[in-house]
């Protein structure tokens, strides 16, 4: 992300708030954190992005075993039902017998905490959350 930063002429970070490409690179920094955390704990666990015909989407699926992470990066910095929506829809979809599904949501905001059984994770604590 920096890289792609650095190529957008972005030098701050309130050029970085104010960016249209802003949502797609607070996603890449998302998964590229949760990659590097897996690498560093020597997990191999498998990681997929999901869209569905309906245009049901999760930036990041991450397997493991039975249990299916959701994870939905969200550059917004303060909390709100709609970040929701997505996450939550998405857990009911991917449910089944055989598996549970958890929902993250990690957003650009500061603070923390637990809605509708969805966790909102500050991007700063999002290692401090994964498996």
């Known amino acids: 992300t920096g890289l792609v930063c650095w190529l957008l002429g972005i030098r701050s970070p309130e050029h970085l708030h104010a960016h249209p490409l802003r949502g797609p690179i607070f996603e890449t920094w998302v ?18 992005f999901y869209r569905d015909k309906d245009g049901v989407e999760a930036d990041l699926v991450i397997e493991l075993g039975r249990e299916l992470i959701v994870i939905e990066a969200k550059a917004a910095q303060t909390a709100s039902a709609r970040l929701f929506a997505g996450a939550d829809r998405l857990r009911g979809l991917l449910a089944t017998e055989d598996n549970t599904v958890t929902s993250r949501v990690v957003y650009g905001g500061a603070e923390s905490q637990i809605r509708s059984k969805i966790s909102l994770v500050a991007w700063n604590r999002l290692h401090e959350d994964l498996p």
């Open 31 to 48: 998964v590229s954190e949760v990659l590097k955390h897996q690498t560093n704990q020597g997990m191999r666990s498998g990681l997929s």
